[in-house]
């Protein structure tokens, strides 16, 4: 392994430790300027877009508004050149006591030591109805 695959490992494993401590200022320490993040839902096939540091300040903390209990663990990564991957098991509580557990991914660009792009996706339960 060369040493920007163990410096991409690394930056992974610092951002997951960051999502796990709710600490953005950690967080926007391990992104681009101008990075890109897919939030895993929203009104378009992507999700929701932030783009750049203002917009992705206000779009990494809303999963500790709605889970403030917010947690992932199973973190594995995996790095490839320019482009990482992060898979995770998330689990959280909303405000009215739902319990929460996905499985999902992050899809990563990296650029100058830093994330570029985050996009995210996640398997939910499917919500069924007792007749």
Known sequence: MTDEHHRHL??????????NAHDLPALMRCVTDDCLFRASSGPLPCGVEYRGRREIEQGFPMIWTLFPDASWSGVRHFVSGERGASEWTFRGTRPDGTRVEVLGCDLFDFRDGRIAVKNTFRKEKALTRST
């Open 10 to 19: 690394a930056l992974l494993e610092a951002f997951a430790a960051a999502w």
